[in-house]
């Protein structure tokens, strides 16, 4: 049984910085490509970042390049997302999802495997 659990999500002040964590189990994780997602209320689902499996390669929306970093630690089975100068409109629930193609996807329909979702409340 695949599952992916998120933590670290909390309320920080507009300017700060979090990190999130994403734990797998029950797969190989070194064989797969982990994304991260995010969706604020009333809207839809939207890419974060993606690495693929090896770590060598990452790819950013454009709200959150340069503010944003994802890594991966594959003895951990953990990928993480740096966020910082957090502003408020990125709060919203965050996502990590795990799908396996030859290149990692930027749609949400393309990921086999999503956490629950962890909170980060952004205050101005």
């Known amino acids: 049984q695949v599952q992916l659990v998120e933590s670290g999500g909390g309320v920080v002040q507009a300017g700060g910085s979090l990190r999130l964590s994403c734990a797998a189990s029950?797969?190989?994780?070194?064989?797969?490509?982990m994304g991260w997602f995010r969706q604020a209320p009333g809207k839809e689902r939207e890419f974060v970042g993606n690495?693929?499996?090896?770590?060598?390669?990452?790819y950013y929306g454009d709200s959150v390049k340069g503010r944003f970093t994802i890594s991966r630690d594959n003895a951990k089975s953990t990928v993480y997302l740096q966020m910082n100068s957090l502003k408020p409109e990125d709060t919203a629930v965050y996502f990590c999802?795990?799908?396996?193609?030859?290149?990692?996807?930027?749609?949400?329909?393309?990921?086999?495997?999503w956490g629950q979702g962890t909170q980060v409340t952004v205050s101005s």
């Open positions: 029950g797969l190989t994780f070194s064989s797969w490509n």
């Open positions: 999802a795990a799908e396996r193609n030859v290149q990692p996807r930027v749609r949400f329909s393309d990921y086999d495997y």
């Open positions: 690495i693929n499996w090896s770590g060598s390669s990452t």
